[in-house]
């Protein structure tokens, strides 16, 4: 009886090398609807940053008239924006087992965020992150202006990449050499308390410098794809280390793929999608861009490992494939879902439990943020 032997198969047979044979393409049966829906999650999440920021500028202005203003109450979203404070509370949180009194919400919001890039990869950067969406949106104008974005020579993108890395063990580095009493201490400390508000004076009052290094990272982003998330970025280089665990990564499916690189020219982060079974890196961001432009039915997936397939399957058999794929990929849907849960999830236990606000008086704050610049560290 005749056997169709799987293509891989006859090779080890001996039978020598297989002549170069167009592979079929097997067309997706639906359109791709990643982009859209990650497209919505970014915007609402941009928008609700920015009614962050515009509560935040309403509460600090109320101390800064004496009381003159309408109050607002402090948005404690807002410590989403102090990560070295997250990274404080965190070891903190770790050494002792006490949940932090100061900027609570930085603790649970790098948590939230830690434990998406454990499970999703480092979704928190292509769905979430509001300077990520931004960050987007200025190199596709830059595509859209030039017709094209710059590709940093081979050589030196490594060495960009790594810059991140970088300033990330430079503020580990601060925070792990501080016990936890310090780290406590720190922020007790008028420093600490007002951190937010400095961080606003800030960029309030940029410097001519300040405002060159800004303009100068925007104008880079409009020609180079994400440069700040690439290359500077040490939120990302945290949620990239620990998306180095996430059992779910973009896999390809090599019967099914019929070689054409689309995938790796759409990715952002210049990975090299057509080549590989399944994307390890830590600069994989989970936005399916690669998804989205793969022509094939099940060659490209974010999923878990496919199932074992059987070695005998003719590569142009669509069932073996749908069939090795099945319940594994986890589709746009899900993603949007399971990241929009977490993060309600986990804000919403930590207000009920009291511990998403910093509970300090007026009358302190109306001491400290007029003040602020006056308090260093
Ligand atoms: S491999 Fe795919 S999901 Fe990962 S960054 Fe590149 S395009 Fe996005
Ligand atoms: S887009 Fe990538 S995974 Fe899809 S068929 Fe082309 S090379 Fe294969």
Request: hydrophobic fraction near 50%.
């Amino acid at each position: 009886m005749a056997t169709t032997l799987h293509p891989a198969t006859a090779r080890s047979a001996g039978s020598g090398p297989a002549p170069r044979r167009r592979k079929p393409l097997f067309r997706r049966s639906a359109p791709d609807r990643s982009q859209s829906l990650r497209r919505t999650v970014q915007f609402a999440f941009l928008g609700l940053n920015v009614w962050i920021g515009i509560q935040f500028l309403m509460w600090v202005h109320y101390f800064e008239s004496h009381g003159a203003s309408r109050y607002v109450g402090r948005p404690a979203g807002v410590d989403g924006w102090l990560p070295i404070a997250g990274l404080m509370n965190l070891k903190y949180f770790l050494f002792t087992g006490h949940l932090p009194l100061i900027h609570p919400a930085s603790l649970v919001l790098i948590s939230v965020f830690l434990l998406a890039s454990m499970f999703l990869k480092k979704s928190f950067c292509s769905w979430l992150c509001p300077v990520g969406t931004v960050s987007e949106y200025l190199w596709k104008l830059g595509r859209r202006l030039f017709r094209r974005n710059f590709l940093v020579p081979r050589w030196l993108d490594p060495i960009l990449r790594s810059l991140k890395y970088l300033l990330l063990a430079f503020f580990a580095g601060i925070v792990l050499t501080m016990s936890a009493d310090a780290l406590n201490g720190f922020l007790l400390a008028p420093f600490g308390i007002i951190v937010d508000v400095k961080m606003l004076n800030f960029f309030r009052e940029l410097s001519i410098g300040g405002f060159a290094i800004l303009a100068a990272l925007m104008l880079l982003s409009v020609f180079i794809q994400n440069f700040w998330c690439r290359f500077l970025c040490p939120y990302g280089a945290l949620m990239g280390l620990a998306s180095l665990v996430s059992p779910v990564k973009i896999r390809r499916d090599s019967d099914a793929c019929i070689d054409c690189g689309k995938c790796a020219r759409a990715c952002p982060s210049h990975l090299p999608v057509d080549q590989l079974l399944q994307i390890r890196s830590a600069e994989c961001s989970a936005c399916m861009e690669c998804v989205a432009a793969c022509p094939a039915e099940n060659a490209l997936q974010f999923s878990l490992p496919p199932r074992a397939s059987q070695d005998e399957c003719p590569a142009e058999e669509p069932a073996q494939i749908v069939a090795r794929w099945r319940n594994r990929s986890i589709g746009p849907r899900t993603m949007a879902a399971a990241l929009v849960l977490i993060f309600i999830g986990f804000v919403g236990v930590a207000r009920l439990t009291g511990h998403w606000q910093t509970y300090i008086s007026r009358d302190v704050y109306m001491r400290l943020v007029p003040h602020a610049d006056e308090y260093n560290h």
